[in-house]
């Protein structure tokens, strides 16, 4: 029997705006959604800001596009991958593109790709500006792929390496859970996992702590936690009362 393919992915990176650093823990992410077929970088490996990727070319089969700086305030490097995004996109053979980059000048370039029905998922900074998150199917925190970042620690360790306070999770849940229609007031975990990516495409559990939503819904004291026996987690929020409060694995969170 065939194993069905997983997805052919273009990741391209912008060096001038990722940090070596990353690397292991990005290659590790991009492999959960998909094959990474084509890996270009691009940038001037001859100064001090891209050099530290030069080790990592033949670890992760990197190829580099090396654009010197001819011309102050000129970018090659963001007009080169560009174009290379717009041949890869023509060619029609990838599921999804997996722009590395913090850089606002590639909303436009993940909006024309997804206006063609591609999947486009950014990596980078905290501080990559809204219109570029907001433009990716899915955006991940380079922050979260560094080693030693909280989806590595324990528990204890992690809530110290968070991005962000658990509290800030509860308003996009709360959101997701409103959007989701039920007869009783409970909601699937797996249904609000899939809607919150859809209301904020940088949505991650890792930003706030934890290693996955069931630890972060713990986290914020907003939800009350029903485990049936030999079914899924529900959720709804604990300021709500639902219909039927009498399932038996009901847990309150205070």
Same mark, same amino acid.
């Given at each position: 029997?065939? =194993?069905?393919?997983?997805?052919?992915?273009?990741?391209? #990176?912008?060096?001038?705006?990722?940090?070596?650093?990353?690397?292991?823990?990005?290659?590790?992410?991009?492999? *959960?959604?998909?094959?990474? /077929?084509?890996?270009? #970088?691009?940038?001037?490996? !001859?100064?001090? @800001? !891209? *050099?530290?990727?030069? $080790?990592?070319? /033949?670890?992760?089969?990197? #190829?580099?596009? &090396?654009? %010197?700086?001819?011309?102050?305030? *000129?970018?090659?490097?963001?007009?080169?991958?560009?174009? $290379?995004?717009?041949?890869?996109?023509?060619?029609?053979?990838?599921?999804? %593109?997996?722009?590395? !980059?913090?850089?606002?000048?590639?909303? @436009?370039?993940a909006a024309r790709i997804r206006e063609q029905g591609v999947d486009v998922f950014g990596f980078g900074e905290q501080k990559t500006?809204? !219109? %570029? @998150?907001?433009?990716? @199917?899915? %955006?991940?925190?380079?922050?979260?792929?560094?080693?030693?970042?909280?989806?590595? =620690? $324990? =528990?204890? &360790?992690s809530d110290t390496r968070s991005l962000q306070p658990p509290s800030a999770a509860t308003p996009i849940i709360r959101k997701a859970i409103d959007q989701i229609e039920t007869e009783d007031g409970w909601v699937p975990l797996g249904e609000v996992g899939k809607q919150l990516p859809n209301l904020s495409p940088d949505f991650d559990p890792r930003t706030f702590g934890s290693r996955k939503l069931s630890d972060l819904i713990r986290k914020t004291n907003a939800f009350v936690i029903d485990l049936p026996q030999g079914g899924a987690m529900r959720i709804r929020p604990a300021a709500k009362k639902a219909r039927n409060t009498k399932s038996k694995g009901a847990e309150k969170q205070n």
């Open positions: 029997m065939i =194993e069905p393919q997983s997805p052919r992915l273009a990741v391209l #990176i912008d060096a001038d705006n990722a940090s070596a650093r990353i690397a292991d823990g990005l290659f590790e992410e991009i492999a *959960k959604i998909g094959e990474a /077929s084509v890996r270009r #970088i691009y940038g001037d490996f !001859s100064s001090g @800001r !891209s *050099k530290g990727w030069a $080790d990592q070319l /033949s670890k992760h089969a990197i #190829i580099p596009h &090396q654009q %010197f700086a001819y011309t102050t305030g *000129k970018n090659a490097s963001d007009i080169t991958l560009v174009i $290379d995004a717009m041949d890869l996109l023509h060619s029609g053979r990838f599921a999804g %593109f997996c722009l590395v !980059s913090s850089d606002s000048d590639f909303t @436009r370039l500006p809204e !219109s %570029f @998150r907001q433009a990716c @199917r899915r %955006f991940i925190y380079t922050e979260n792929l560094l080693p030693g970042a909280s989806a590595g =620690e $324990d =528990e204890q &360790q």
